[in-house]
């Protein structure tokens, strides 16, 4: 039976108390899909975001993206007191995490590593630092699939104690408002995850540059 992750995401807003705002880290792929979705959880929560990516490539397109939050957050009337938490690049721990999968197509077992990868580093942080949610800009995607987000979420939110936030935030034109955001803002928006392997699939190239090879780049 398919899941409306949109009504499981309301139902918990709808019960949250109105007495205190919890509050949500927000793992956040990039500046640009992160617009529509803070626009949505800044209105019920005091929300975090956590730029923890290593699957990009290379460390300028990294760079570039994480600079969006720069012109976004100030400009952004519903991300008012939104706070980043910074983290370290370090492409080695995607490449650890998919090893093995690395001529997997895209949307296959290897982006569903990178996913975990992602959630469980976001579930982590946010049991260190005390927050109550934690969920994902991922589902925003119309290239991602929200089932296994939320099912990875939830999974990885029962095994670390943190609770994790359903979502299929491209509901509702969701996506649609991510591009008028991301116009409104002048936000660059990338053509693809960022994963070397996912362009080399894209490219066709056989000889394009895998992971062991790519050492000098980063």
Do not use: W
């Not at 260190?128 to 939320?150: M, R, Y």
């Amino acid at each position: 039976m398919k899941v409306n992750y949109q009504k499981e995401m309301e139902a918990v807003i709808a019960a949250l108390p109105e007495e205190a705002r919890p509050s949500l880290l927000l793992q956040c792929c990039c500046a640009p899909c992160s617009s529509a979705v803070l626009e949505v959880l800044c209105a019920h929560f005091d929300v975090s975001i956590y730029f923890y990516n290593p699957n990009i490539h290379p460390r300028a397109e990294y760079e570039k993206r994480l600079r969006q939050f720069d012109k976004l957050l100030p400009a952004a009337p519903f991300a008012k007191g939104v706070r980043q938490i910074r983290t370290d690049y370090d492409p080695a721990e995607f490449f650890d995490a998919v090893k093995g999968l690395e001529a997997e197509p895209e949307g296959g077992a290897r982006c569903a590593e990178c996913f975990r990868l992602r959630l469980r580093a976001t579930a982590e942080k946010a049991r260190a630092l005390g927050f109550d949610f934690f969920t994902t800009t991922l589902t925003v995607s119309p290239h991602k699939d929200a089932a296994i987000l939320n099912e990875l979420g939830k999974e990885i939110g029962e095994e670390i104690g943190v609770r994790f936030l359903p979502s299929d935030f491209k509901k509702k034109e969701g996506y649609k408002r991510s591009i008028a955001l991301s116009k409104a803002y002048d936000l660059y928006r990338q053509t693809d995850c960022g994963c070397i392997f996912s362009k080399r699939e894209e490219s066709g190239d056989e000889n394009f540059p895998a992971s062991a090879d790519i050492g000098a780049s980063i």
